[in-house]
């Protein structure tokens, strides 16, 4: 049997409805992968606004970094180029001060 899918990791897929199915069974919405994800940063990077909007509503904290390069959704959107996102990500007031580890 396969181990369950984490949230992080299915906001990286793109597939809303398993992002939606997770979150109704109680997954963590601000929970990291094993590699240091959060689901969503991992949206943020991918592209998938709707995604980003559902976990933001839903109560992300937008401001969350990833293990390791401490990116934020911001710096990960902004990064890959995905004004969309930014545009979802705007109205939760993100902290644009915010640092990366590379300072």
Not at 27 to 40: E, R
Not at 81 to 90: A, N, Y
Request: proline share 4%.
């Amino acid at each position: 049997m396969a181990a369950p899918m984490d949230l992080a990791t299915a906001a990286a897929t793109g597939d809303k409805i398993l992002v939606q199915n997770l979150i109704e069974r109680g997954a963590n919405i601000n929970g990291q992968s094993k590699d240091g994800f959060s689901p969503l940063c991992n949206a943020a990077f991918w592209g998938y606004s709707d995604i980003v909007e559902c976990l933001l509503l839903n109560g992300a904290n937008v401001n969350q970094c990833n293990g390791g390069t401490r990116w934020t959704a911001c710096h990960c959107a902004a990064f890959q180029d995905h004004g969309r996102v930014i545009m979802k990500l705007l109205p939760f007031k993100p902290d644009l001060t915010l640092k990366d580890s590379k300072g």
